[in-house]
């Protein structure tokens, strides 16, 4: 599995966003939705899964090639799980740095996992649901035979994914007491108005946009016009 896609915004533009981790890549193919005072216009993403046809080739991209295509209710249950985890990611990630001092500690890779929030036990049984089901089993490479089929049916492609969920929550936790102050690899993108979830898998810990190609320039640009303003 790999991790990184292309993200279409509701205003037609594209860029290209790594969260980090599978789960968090699917959640953000449209259903993450994170703007609850509507100042966080970066955060309203474009929907990838449009049709059954979108989910096949999401999943055979991040997994393995599926065997059988999706059908219409299939890609309404990969709908539900992608909220779930979305939702679970906001709860899971420490609220957006809004102050001077919190950048700067987010740059540092010393903000700790605060301002997070108890997720909903519905959300919980959704990726424990699809996460008991078969998913797609590890192989080497190099071999002269596959053992198995070769290509997965959808259901252990969603299942891969939702492991990966239970995996990521379980190493970051939802609680600020369980945390100790200790800084957390769930982070959020510094622009003001974004605010996207991503797993900062940097050495420092110190990752601050979601992307370079997106927020990181505008905020080098803003930085550079008022040095020169201020010239």
């Given at each position: 599995?790999?991790?990184g896609?292309h993200?279409r915004?509701d205003?037609?533009s594209?860029w290209?966003?790594?969260a980090?981790r599978?789960?968090?890549?699917?959640?953000?193919?449209?259903?993450?939705?994170?703007?609850?005072?509507?100042?966080r216009?970066?955060?309203?993403?474009?929907?990838l899964?449009?049709?059954?046809?979108?989910?096949d080739?999401w999943?055979?991209?991040?997994?393995?090639?599926?065997d059988?295509g999706a059908?219409?209710?299939?890609?309404?249950?990969?709908r539900?799980?992608?909220?779930?985890?979305?939702?679970?990611?906001?709860a899971?990630a420490?609220?957006?740095?809004?102050t001077?001092?919190e950048?700067t500690a987010?740059?540092?890779g010393?903000?700790?996992?605060t301002?997070?929030?108890?997720?909903?036990?519905?959300?919980?049984?959704?990726?424990?649901?699809?996460?008991a089901?078969?998913d797609?089993?590890?192989?080497?490479p190099?071999?002269?035979?596959r053992a198995?089929?070769n290509?997965?049916r959808?259901a252990?492609?969603?299942?891969s994914?939702?492991?990966?969920?239970?995996?990521?929550?379980t190493?970051?936790?939802?609680?600020?007491?369980?945390?100790?102050?200790?800084?957390t690899?769930?982070?959020?993108?510094?622009a003001?108005d974004?605010?996207?979830?991503?797993?900062?898998s940097s050495?420092?810990?110190?990752r601050?946009?979601?992307s370079?190609?997106r927020?990181g320039n505008?905020?080098?640009?803003r930085a550079?016009r008022?040095r020169?303003?201020?010239?």
């Amino acid at each position: 599995m790999h991790t990184g896609q292309h993200i279409r915004t509701d205003a037609g533009s594209s860029w290209f966003f790594d969260a980090g981790r599978i789960a968090l890549d699917f959640a953000h193919t449209g259903g993450f939705t994170d703007d609850p005072d509507g100042h966080r216009s970066r955060a309203q993403l474009g929907e990838l899964l449009a049709t059954p046809a979108d989910l096949d080739e999401w999943l055979s991209d991040h997994t393995e090639p599926i065997d059988v295509g999706a059908t219409s209710r299939e890609l309404q249950d990969a709908r539900a799980l992608r909220a779930a985890i979305a939702r679970l990611a906001v709860a899971a990630a420490p609220a957006p740095a809004t102050t001077p001092a919190e950048r700067t500690a987010v740059a540092a890779g010393l903000r700790a996992g605060t301002g997070r929030t108890r997720p909903a036990p519905d959300d919980i049984d959704t990726v424990n649901l699809f996460a008991a089901l078969p998913d797609v089993p590890p192989s080497l490479p190099g071999g002269r035979r596959r053992a198995g089929a070769n290509r997965v049916r959808l259901a252990q492609a969603l299942s891969s994914v939702a492991r990966d969920a239970v995996a990521l929550f379980t190493e970051v936790g939802f609680d600020d007491a369980e945390a100790d102050g200790r800084p957390t690899r769930l982070s959020r993108c510094s622009a003001a108005d974004c605010g996207l979830v991503f797993y900062d898998s940097s050495r420092g810990g110190t990752r601050r946009w979601c992307s370079m190609q997106r927020c990181g320039n505008r905020a080098k640009v803003r930085a550079h016009r008022a040095r020169r303003a201020g010239a």
